[in-house]
């Protein structure tokens, strides 16, 4: 799929930008599991964070694009971000529907939707909380309004049972909550560290670049190594995530903190089962780098190596053995983003690096992947609630003021 935007690659960074916001792979497993969190905490408007997200996302990141491509036609302009939003693996939208004093909207091609019914089953509700706040976003972006002109109500959700997802618009006012974006953030001097990797890091790194990993024609749909992907906003997930513990640190304060902390944790555990599972069982790990793996701890370092290519920032495993690892981050999304939303952080905030890192320790040692195990949710109890399970620890904190985050698994 051609692109009518510029996707800017920082390959020293591991890191893509796209209309100078972050965009990084994550799977259908963490965006439901991530959004059913926040929406399970019924004594908070959840759903004003989820759509004010992704309102902040599409205005910012289009309004951005508009401006360096000089595009103001409004057809072309709608045209560009529907062509992004589908790149991106959200779905198919049409917002030639939509009019400057808004209007209504359908899709049957939604990955929020479709997802919460593969990973969730039947919702009691709409849940393209996402979808719903993007097209604010984009419409305000497109006709040159204030980013909050419009509020929107989801009327119908293929999560429910019906054929399509069907949106409002409406001018003159907003229905959730407004941020303004933090865009690519402040980036840190990278303090690499030596490893005992035995890849060729940058040529994977290069190999997986070039996969024809966007939505596709017909669905705009990603499905890649078992999962549904989408090159996904890092300050959206920030931004949730974030806002959510700050939601209930303002309710019940540190037991607030100390309720926050394990969920969001555990969305890091959810991705690393099913994204980096399912890359390590795939047949592009098999060809392309289980070749050049001996021991266990290449295996660590391999799929390391992968996430170089989900633009999460420079990851690096040192001291790798069954009974401990640390994981070095350099410029890890979520500490660049907190800093430019919130300023520097007085408590550890990488909850999805830390998720990750055990996850990537359990399914190595604890589930021997290499056997090529069934992902599924008996084998995840196993594998991330047993006795064996590995636990984690924030030793070092970019977002805190340390010149990375550094995590120690054990």
């Given at each position: ?114 997802a919460w019914k593969v990973k969730l089953g039947k919702a009691t509700r709409p849940v393209d909380f ?75 790194f290069d190999a997986l670049q070039g996969l024809p990993l966007v939505g596709d024609d017909q669905t ?191």
């Amino acid at each position: 799929m051609t692109t009518p935007f510029s996707v800017d690659k920082d390959a020293p960074h591991r890191r893509c930008l796209v209309g100078n916001e972050p965009v990084i792979l994550h799977c259908h497993h963490f965006n439901t599991y991530l959004q059913q969190t926040l929406l399970d905490a019924e004594y908070i408007d959840t759903t004003k964070i989820l759509i004010g997200a992704a309102n902040e996302m599409a205005f910012h990141q289009l309004s951005d694009i508009f401006s360096r491509q000089d595009t103001a036609d409004v057809a072309e302009r709608k045209e560009l971000a529907s062509r992004l939003y589908q790149w991106a693996g959200f779905g198919k939208i049409d917002l030639s529907l939509l009019k400057k004093d808004g209007g209504t909207l359908a899709t049957r091609q939604s990955h929020y939707s479709q997802a919460w019914k593969v990973k969730l089953g039947k919702a009691t509700r709409p849940v393209d909380f996402f979808t719903a706040g993007w097209l604010t976003g984009a419409l305000s972006a497109v006709y040159g309004l204030a980013q909050d002109e419009f509020s929107v109500i989801q009327e119908k959700c293929m999560a429910k049972g019906d054929e399509q997802n069907v949106f409002s618009l409406t001018p003159g006012g907003n229905n959730y909550s407004v941020y303004h974006s933090a865009k690519g953030g402040e980036l840190a001097a990278q303090v690499l560290q030596e490893t005992t990797s035995p890849l060729d890091e940058d040529a994977i790194f290069d190999a997986l670049q070039g996969l024809p990993l966007v939505g596709d024609d017909q669905t705009g749909l990603i499905e890649a190594f078992g999962v549904i992907l989408t090159h996904h906003y890092a300050n959206y997930y920030n931004r949730i995530s974030f806002e959510f513990e700050r939601e209930l640190a303002a309710q019940f304060g540190t037991d607030g903190m100390e309720i926050a902390e394990p969920l969001l944790v555990e969305s890091g555990h959810v991705c690393a089962f099913n994204t980096f599972g399912g890359i390590m069982k795939s047949m592009m790990w098999q060809g392309l780098i289980q070749p050049q793996l001996a021991t266990k701890e290449d295996w660590v370092h391999g799929i390391i190596a992968c996430v170089y290519a989900l633009g999460w920032g420079r990851w690096q495993a040192v001291g790798i053995s069954r009974d401990e690892a640390r994981f070095v981050i350099h410029n890890d999304y979520e500490s660049i983003g907190f800093r430019a939303m919130y300023g520097k952080a007085d408590h550890n905030i990488s909850y999805l690096a830390m998720g990750s890192a055990m996850g990537i320790m359990d399914l190595v040692y604890v589930g021997n992947i290499e056997e090529h195990p069934e992902l599924n949710p008996a084998f995840y109890e196993k594998l991330f609630k047993g006795k064996e399970s590995y636990q984690a620890k924030v030793v070092k904190s970019l977002a805190m003021g340390d010149p990375y985050t550094e995590i120690h698994v054990f």
